[in-house]
């Protein structure tokens, strides 16, 4: 990231009353509280299933017994996904390994390429560089607590009540350094377009996709498709090649 990267080894931010371990203490006091809950939803999917069992011919006890546990299983789901969302943010998962296996699961098979850990000499570190038939992208990782809004006001990006003019230029600038080496290197006009995946927060944006200050944020899980549905380059399979060969020998790589 622009700014330095949020993976680094345990730190104070993850002990003490940092919000990250009061996160943590409170989700696991409110664990019996979940229990009971899930209990009454199941309890209630097993009254219904009782209930309406019979007048779809089906066994009444079985019906209830599947039904309390659709609905006891959704809910667990649902309280897990909750809590899984801010493990990056936790420092419990790596937020550039979550955001590459995706893009390369949902990329690759269209023709993309898709690179970790780059930078051109002298310039800020990119978690990810994708190549592909519609242009070229870099992908940077940022991980917030739960309750930041992100949100686009007229023009600008806040995060919560902060600006996020320095997170975008940061982007902004090394999509243009590492354009203008590209187009250099291989003679064909490459523009690049920087996207942050956010782990955490709320992006207040239909779709999950917020656009403004010419970056582009979204969920890890919505990236590859907004790539691929917003594509403005035309390239053959051997200008990607080329691409791609040249950006792994002249853009330094990051351990």
């Known amino acids: 990231m622009p700014s330095g990267s949020i ?22 006091a409110g664990r019996k509280n979940r229990i009971r809950m899930r209990a009454a939803v199941a309890f209630a999917g097993f009254v219904i299933g009782n209930l ?8 009444m006890f079985a019906a209830g017994v599947g039904l309390a546990a659709l609905a006891g299983g959704t809910d667990l789901f649902i309280a897990w996904r909750l809590h899984e969302r801010t493990a990056v943010w936790r420092g419990k998962r790596r937020g550039e390994v979550r955001t590459g296996r995706l893009l390369r699961f949902w990329l690759r098979r269209h023709g993309y390429r898709v690179m970790d850990g780059r930078a051109v000499p002298g310039e800020a ?9 519609g242009g070229v ?18 023009e600008r990006l806040f995060f ?9 230029k940061g982007l902004i600038s090394a999509a ?12 064909i006009e490459v523009s690049i377009a920087p996207v942050l995946a956010v782990h955490g927060g709320k992006i207040k944006a239909r779709g999950g ?6 970056l582009t944020v979204a ?6 498709r907004w790539i691929r549905a917003n594509g403005s380059a035309r390239f053959t399979e051997d200008q990607i090649e080329l691409l791609a060969r040249t950006a792994a020998r002249i853009l330094r790589r990051m351990s």
């Not at 570190?125 to 038939?133: A, F, M, R």
């Not at 992208?137 to 992100?150: F, G, H, K």
């Open 209 to 214: 996709v917020l656009h403004g200050e010419g």
């Open 219 to 224: 969920y890890p899980g919505r990236v590859a």
């Open 160 to 168: 919560d009540e902060k600006f996020g003019t320095s997170v975008a």
């Open 7 to 28: 993976y680094v080894p345990r730190d104070e931010k993850f002990t003490g009353a940092s919000p990250q371990n009061l996160y943590e203490t409170f989700w696991f």
């Open 137 to 154: 992208w870099i992908v940077d990782n940022e991980a917030w607590s739960p309750d930041t809004l992100i949100a686009r006001y007229g």
């Open 176 to 187: 243009g350094s590492m354009a203008a080496l590209l187009t250099k290197e291989t003679g």
């Open 52 to 59: 309406v069992g019979p007048r779809l011919g089906l066994n």
């Open 125 to 133: 570190s990119i978690d990810h560089l994708v190549i592909g038939p």
